[in-house]
């Protein structure tokens, strides 16, 4: 069974950066993504990028282009998210997800496994 355990996160000043970490433990199948989530208080739950685990490709939201980064260590079996000149509406939580599936999806619903959620606070 898969399971992803994330760390990082914190508090954090508008500007400053933070780096998220969701590490997976368990049988995996040979091609899968990684994706990356955050949900503000009374809001959805917002893709925010992914990786597919056996080539390092990454797509990201339009919104956090140029601002993110995702990577991957194989030696590790980790997932990084790499955030940068943060800003106060970058506060939520955030999420690592697993698909096992179609891979690429900016849906929730199509993800497989979550992580435990993690906060990131940016104050203005």
């Known amino acids: 069974q898969v399971q992803l355990v994330q760390s990082g996160g914190g508090l954090v000043q508008a500007g400053g950066s933070l780096r998220l970490s969701c590490a997976h433990s368990?049988?995996?199948?040979?091609?899968?993504?990684v994706g990356w989530f955050r949900q503000a208080p009374g809001k959805e739950r917002e893709f925010v990028g992914g990786?597919?685990?056996?080539?390092?490709?990454?797509y990201y939201a339009d919104s956090v282009k140029g601002q993110f980064t995702i990577s991957r260590d194989g030696a590790k079996n980790t997932v990084y998210l790499q955030m940068n000149s943060l800003k106060p509406e970058d506060t939520a939580v955030y999420y690592c997800?697993?698909?096992?599936?179609?891979?690429?999806?900016?849906?929730?619903?199509?993800?497989?496994?979550w992580g435990q959620g993690t906060q990131v606070t940016v104050s203005s």
């Open positions: 997800a697993a698909d096992f599936g179609s891979c690429y999806s900016v849906n929730p619903i199509n993800y497989d496994v």
């Open positions: 368990g049988r995996t199948v040979s091609s899968y993504c």
């Open positions: 990786i597919r685990w056996s080539t390092g490709n990454t």
